[in-house]
Structures are given as structure tokens and as C-alpha cells.
């Protein structure tokens, strides 16, 4: 197999992720990546933090094929074994329980 070129798209960014919502469409798993931004200054300015804002923006959209899909979640299961070997269980903020994703 030839030896891939890499190179790095023009609007290639860092994108820190707060949230995925998405779901299912014909021949393909659709993921929109999300960030939160949270503005607390007015709130601690004013001493009221119900001033505190959060303001989501959609930082990118992902279109998996079933079979990239299955890669994707092989690929980011091993690293979070390989992270919780490393540094610990990561708490689930619902407990575990996924039926509300299915």
C-alpha cells in the first residue's frame, strides 16, 4: 500500500467538544458537535448569578457511514479504556443509563 501524503485542510481547527446531538438518516449517522461558552463576568460583576449566560455554538457536522461509525466507536471505546487504565473511572453524568439515547 502506498504511503498516504498528509497535509493539513485550510480550515483545519481545535474544537472542544461540550456535546453531540445527532441521530440516524438513510445510509448514514448524522453528529453535530457542540460548544458551550459561559459568560460568568456580568454575573460576578453585578453579584447575581442569575446573569450567568450560556451561549451553545455548532462548531461542526459529521456524516458517518455505518461502517465509519462502527470504526469510530471501536476507536474511541479502546481510548477511553486505555485513559480510565490510566487515570481512573470517568463518572457518567446520567449513571450509566443510556435508554434515553436509544
Known sequence: MPEPEVSYSDDY?????DGVIGGL????????????????ANALKAND??????????????YFSPLQAKQFQQWITHHIEEYEKKFGAIPSLDGGNMDKWK
Do not use: E
Not at 13 to 17: E, N, R
Not at 32 to 39: A, Q, T, V, Y
Not at 54 to 60: G, H, S, W, Y
Open 13 to 17: 481547527k481545535t474544537i472542544i467538544v
Open 25 to 40: 438518516k438513510l445510509g448514514y449517522i448524522d453528529a453535530i458537535i457542540f460548544s458551550n461558552d459561559c459568560n460568568v
Open 49 to 62: 448569578m442569575s446573569k450567568i449566560t450560556i451561549k451553545q455554538q455548532l462548531m461542526a457536522r459529521l
